[in-house]
C-alpha cells in the first residue's frame, strides 16, 4: 500500500493550496482517508477525514470553514483545499488511510510520506 501525498509549498498568509493524496495498490473506494500535519516541535494533530463514500468528513476546529476534504475513488484520490491559510497551518501534512473514519491517527494503518506546507506573514 503506497500513499503519495503533493501540493505542498510556500504561499503567503490568506492564500490558498491544494494538496492530493494518490491511493495504490489498496482497496481505495472501501476505505476512509484522514490528512494530518505536523509542526516542528509538535504532536501530529488531526486536520480532516472523509469516508469511503464520500457523504462524511470531519474537521479540525481550528481548519472548519477554510478547508475542504473530498476524493475521487475513480482516480483514487482525495483532495485537501486549503484557503486562507495562516502562519499557524505550517507543517507537514501527511495523508493516511483507514478502515474507519476518525481523528486518532492511531487508528490509520497506512501513511504516506508528507508534504510541506509553510505559510509567510
Known amino acids: 500500500v503506497q500513499l503519495q501525498a503533493s501540493g505542498g509549498g510556500l504561499v503567503q498568509a490568506g492564500g490558498s493550496l491544494a494538496l492530493s493524496c494518490v491511493v495504490s495498490g489498496y482497496t481505495f473506494d472501501d476505505d476512509a482517508v484522514g490528512w494530518f500535519r505536523q509542526a516542528p516541535g509538535k504532536d501530529r494533530e488531526f486536520v480532516a477525514a472523509?469516508?469511503?463514500?464520500?457523504?462524511?468528513?470531519y474537521y479540525a476546529d481550528s481548519v472548519k470553514g477554510r478547508f475542504t476534504i473530498s476524493r475521487d475513488n475513480a482516480k483514487n484520490t482525495v483532495f485537501l483545499q486549503m484557503n486562507s491559510l495562516e502562519p499557524e497551518d505550517t507543517a507537514v501534512y501527511y495523508c493516511a488511510a483507514s478502515t474507519v473514519i476518525g481523528k486518532a491517527p492511531w487508528s490509520y494503518a497506512y501513511w504516506g510520506q508528507g508534504t510541506q506546507v509553510t505559510v509567510s506573514s
Open positions: 472523509i469516508n469511503w463514500s464520500g457523504d462524511s468528513t
